[in-house]
């Protein structure tokens, strides 16, 4: 655990893509798991709150109180509002199936 006042150092969340909100839960999860607080979603949510800026701090002020003190709720209403990328893999298997679908003569290499 971290001494009082030298808590991890987490980015502020500003709420610009999908892959900045994957990082920024993650951060939450990590520094919450180092400081035996992984159980307390009222500690993740607060400690989550210090970090929000931008769009992110707008989005987060219109929550409802009890999104906003219940970090599973806040993690939940964070992936709707920003989700994270597609996975790669899924990307290469819709250009697979389009080619697929296309006829010979469509076809292009």
């Given at each position: ?22 990082d920024f839960i ?84």
């Amino acid at each position: 655990m971290s001494s009082p006042g030298q808590l991890e150092n987490v980015n502020w969340f500003k709420g610009t893509s999908g892959a900045e909100c994957e990082d920024f839960i993650q951060s939450i999860r990590e520094t919450a798991w180092k400081e035996g607080k992984l159980q307390d979603a009222l500690w993740m949510a607060n400690f989550a709150f210090l970090h929000f800026s931008g769009h992110a701090l707008k989005w987060h002020s219109d929550l409802s109180p009890d999104v906003k003190q219940d970090w599973d709720k806040l993690e939940k209403a964070l992936l709707e509002r920003w989700p994270p990328p597609a996975d790669e893999s899924d990307s290469e298997k819709a250009q697979v199936k389009k080619l697929l679908l296309l006829s010979p003569r469509q076809i292009v290499i």
